[in-house]
């Protein structure tokens, strides 16, 4: 790993979508595992972007008045771009699939495989879900109901489709279903979790047909490079993303830096086109595919799928205007399993901010600057001999820390949060024992509270950094506080591996008490 780039991509989000919650989750979670990887001293490339192509863009764009291109550039400045920001989400790049360095490379591609014969011109007849931009085979086209009574619609989205005529160039997927079969069983790790691996699988041995790759009925696309009467199908094209923004040919140098990507984080909806379509598209180039395709579950608001439709699609800075982006990212890297399905709600989000935030971590930070600050004029005391008690938290520390990072290595950011709160609960748990207060009312245990206080700040220490990658603000807050700055150098210096090794903060560095890290919050009555 370390002779290389650590690769990590959300998918580019559809332009005409409104950032919601789903779109905070993806995004974060990824900005969690790149920022984690940078503290352990990697090279690291993080990317995210927006898909702006297709009939669906191009529709809207006709109903607002203006062209397709001044439709997206507004949507990417005004709602996407300030997503990042609300979030607090450290992306190394943004792709847009309307960049000429993306319109090359996805040319450059695609002539590559029609000169390898893996595409030919045909004529298509079937079912088409503009709103997914996406084909629907026959035994996936159901009767609608409700408010679809009438309609077809997908059995894959629920989304109305349209039955369609067109001349079309097609890609040989077919050609590629023992091959990916092959994938799957040699490296079980390509998809997960488990419960996608299996569905993917399932609906590979059903036998894949070949897929169309071209629309000729509208021009909102990339020109196919051998007929400029046809443009690209919009997901043929955006899943090139992925090697485009990495280089693929524009910049081979760069190219050969970045690919294969380590991880690609998707919704479980999506891990079908980049499980399946996406690496056959690379196989059929003669690239290597990605390391993994990790397919995170849907959040359920009132325990439904958060969707449009149904008024329950919250965008994030609605959470972070109330409970600050640190809130915001440590809720969703907490409360929820990653891979899994997981209900939210603004009491938990509550409940959590006050328990484990304000009272938990927040609290500990505080007391134990108040605390020197009182019984030692603000300047970290030298710690003494260490205890039972000292040598049984300092273990706890180098064995949470280890778990956390094993836990990001296999893309568990809620189990590597159990193992870093293990040190908080701990650290309060040592302070309650050891009661300082007590101890500084009694003669000759000035060594002993030393040793209390200069413990609990190098535990408060190395919570900064490995909390670091999850809530970068309340993280600097604390660095400040500590005084680690002058000692130690900047926050994001630190290594992960190196952080539990004791006593890095030096006696007599000041430490001050700064404002609370999570003040309380008291919710208006109607989100109570």
């Given at each position: 790993m370390?002779?290389?780039?650590?690769?990590?991509t959300?998918?580019?989000?559809?332009?005409?979508?409104?950032?919601?919650?789903?779109?905070?989750?993806?995004?974060?979670?990824?900005?969690?595992?790149t920022?984690?990887?940078?503290?352990?001293?990697?090279?690291?490339?993080?990317?995210?972007?927006?898909?702006?192509?297709?009939?669906?863009?191009?529709r809207?764009?006709?109903?607002?008045?203006?062209?397709?291109?001044a439709?997206?550039?507004?949507?990417?400045?005004?709602?996407?771009?300030?997503?990042?920001?609300?979030?607090d989400?450290?992306?190394?790049?943004?792709?847009?699939?309307?960049?000429?360095?993306?319109?090359?490379?996805?040319?450059?591609?695609?002539?590559?495989?029609?000169?390898?014969?893996?595409?030919?011109?045909?004529?298509?007849?079937?079912?088409?879900?503009?709103?997914?931009?996406?084909?629907?085979?026959?035994?996936?086209?159901?009767?609608?109901?409700?408010d679809d009574a009438?309609?077809?619609?997908?059995?894959?989205?629920?989304?109305?489709?349209?039955?369609?005529?067109?001349?079309?160039y097609?890609?040989?997927?077919?050609?590629y279903?023992?091959?990916?079969?092959?994938?799957?069983e040699?490296?079980?790790?390509?998809?997960?979790?488990?419960?996608s691996?299996?569905?993917?699988?399932?609906?590979?041995?059903?036998?894949?047909?070949?897929?169309?790759?071209?629309?000729?009925?509208?021009?909102w696309?990339i020109?196919?490079?051998?007929?400029?009467?046809?443009?690209?199908?919009?997901?043929?094209?955006?899943?090139?993303n992925?090697?485009?923004?990495?280089?693929?040919?524009?910049?081979?140098?760069?190219?050969a830096?970045?690919?294969?990507?380590?991880?690609?984080?998707?919704?479980?909806?999506?891990?079908?086109?980049?499980?399946?379509?996406?690496?056959?598209?690379?196989?059929?180039?003669?690239?290597?595919?990605?390391?993994?395709?990790?397919?995170?579950g849907?959040?359920?608001?009132g325990?439904q799928?958060?969707?449009?439709?149904?008024a329950?699609?919250?965008?994030?800075?609605e959470?972070?205007?109330t409970?600050?982006?640190?809130?915001?990212?440590?809720?969703?890297?907490?409360?929820?399993?990653?891979?899994?399905?997981?209900?939210?709600?603004?009491?938990?989000?509550?409940?959590?901010?006050h328990?484990?935030?304000?009272n938990?971590?927040?609290?500990?930070?505080?007391?134990?600057?108040?605390?020197?600050?009182?019984?030692?004029?603000?300047?970290?005391?030298?710690?003494?001999?260490?205890?039972p008690?000292?040598?049984?938290?300092?273990?706890l520390?180098?064995?949470?820390?280890?778990?956390?990072?094993a836990?990001?290595?296999r893309?568990?950011?809620?189990?590597?949060?159990t193992?870093?709160?293990?040190?908080?609960?701990?650290?309060?748990?040592?302070?309650?024992?050891?009661?300082?207060?007590?101890?500084?009312?009694e003669e000759?245990?000035?060594?002993?509270?030393?040793?209390?206080?200069?413990?609990?700040?190098?535990?408060?220490?190395?919570?900064?950094?490995?909390?670091?990658?999850?809530?970068?603000?309340?993280?600097?807050?604390?660095?400040?506080?500590?005084?680690?700055?002058?000692?130690?150098?900047?926050?994001?210096?630190q290594?992960?591996?190196?952080?539990?090794?004791?006593?890095?903060l030096?006696?007599?560095?000041?430490?001050?008490?700064?404002?609370?890290?999570?003040?309380?919050i008291?919710?208006?009555?109607?989100?109570?």
């Amino acid at each position: 790993m370390a002779d290389r780039t650590f690769y990590v991509t959300t998918p580019i989000y559809y332009v005409n979508d409104a950032p919601h919650i789903g779109h905070g989750y993806t995004t974060v979670m990824g900005d969690i595992l790149t920022r984690w990887h940078r503290q352990r001293g990697e090279r690291v490339w993080y990317l995210t972007g927006v898909d702006e192509h297709g009939q669906k863009v191009l529709r809207k764009a006709e109903a607002n008045g203006v062209s397709p291109q001044a439709w997206v550039d507004r949507l990417v400045e005004d709602e996407w771009k300030p997503m990042l920001r609300t979030i607090d989400v450290a992306n190394d790049d943004f792709i847009r699939t309307t960049e000429q360095r993306h319109e090359k490379g996805a040319q450059a591609f695609w002539q590559d495989l029609y000169d390898r014969g893996a595409v030919y011109k045909g004529s298509f007849s079937g079912w088409y879900s503009v709103s997914s931009e996406e084909f629907v085979s026959d035994d996936d086209v159901v009767d609608g109901e409700g408010d679809d009574a009438g309609y077809k619609v997908s059995a894959l989205d629920g989304s109305r489709v349209e039955y369609m005529t067109e001349e079309n160039y097609f890609f040989r997927l077919s050609d590629y279903t023992d091959r990916l079969l092959e994938l799957y069983e040699e490296r079980p790790e390509f998809i997960q979790p488990e419960s996608s691996r299996n569905e993917i699988i399932a609906f590979v041995k059903r036998g894949l047909k070949d897929l169309s790759i071209s629309r000729s009925t509208f021009d909102w696309g990339i020109p196919v490079p051998w007929d400029d009467e046809h443009v690209m199908y919009v997901w043929i094209e955006a899943l090139l993303n992925y090697v485009t923004a990495a280089g693929y040919g524009v910049d081979p140098e760069r190219f050969a830096e970045l690919w294969p990507a380590d991880i690609h984080i998707v919704g479980k909806d999506i891990a079908r086109f980049h499980a399946v379509i996406w690496p056959a598209m690379l196989m059929a180039a003669g690239q290597p595919v990605p390391h993994r395709v990790f397919a995170h579950g849907w959040l359920l608001v009132g325990g439904q799928k958060m969707s449009k439709s149904k008024a329950n699609g919250i965008h994030p800075g609605e959470i972070v205007a109330t409970f600050g982006s640190d809130a915001y990212r440590y809720y969703f890297s907490r409360a929820l399993t990653f891979g899994s399905d997981g209900s939210i709600s603004w009491e938990d989000i509550h409940a959590r901010y006050h328990a484990e935030l304000a009272n938990g971590f927040g609290n500990l930070a505080s007391r134990v600057a108040a605390m020197i600050g009182r019984y030692h004029g603000g300047s970290l005391p030298a710690a003494g001999e260490h205890g039972p008690a000292e040598t049984s938290l300092i273990d706890l520390i180098g064995t949470a820390v280890a778990a956390a990072d094993a836990a990001i290595e296999r893309i568990a950011p809620q189990d590597a949060l159990t193992e870093v709160w293990r040190i908080v609960d701990a650290l309060n748990g040592y302070l309650t024992e050891q009661a300082p207060w007590q101890v500084a009312k009694e003669e000759n245990q000035s060594d002993r509270l030393a040793t209390i206080l200069a413990t609990a700040a190098e535990g408060l220490r190395v919570l900064a950094v490995v909390l670091n990658p999850v809530m970068p603000k309340a993280c600097a807050s604390l660095w400040e506080s500590l005084g680690a700055q002058g000692p130690l150098g900047p926050l994001a210096d630190q290594r992960i591996d190196d952080v539990a090794r004791w006593g890095q903060l030096p006696p007599g560095t000041p430490v001050t008490k700064v404002p609370a890290l999570f003040p309380r919050i008291e919710l208006p009555e109607q989100e109570s």
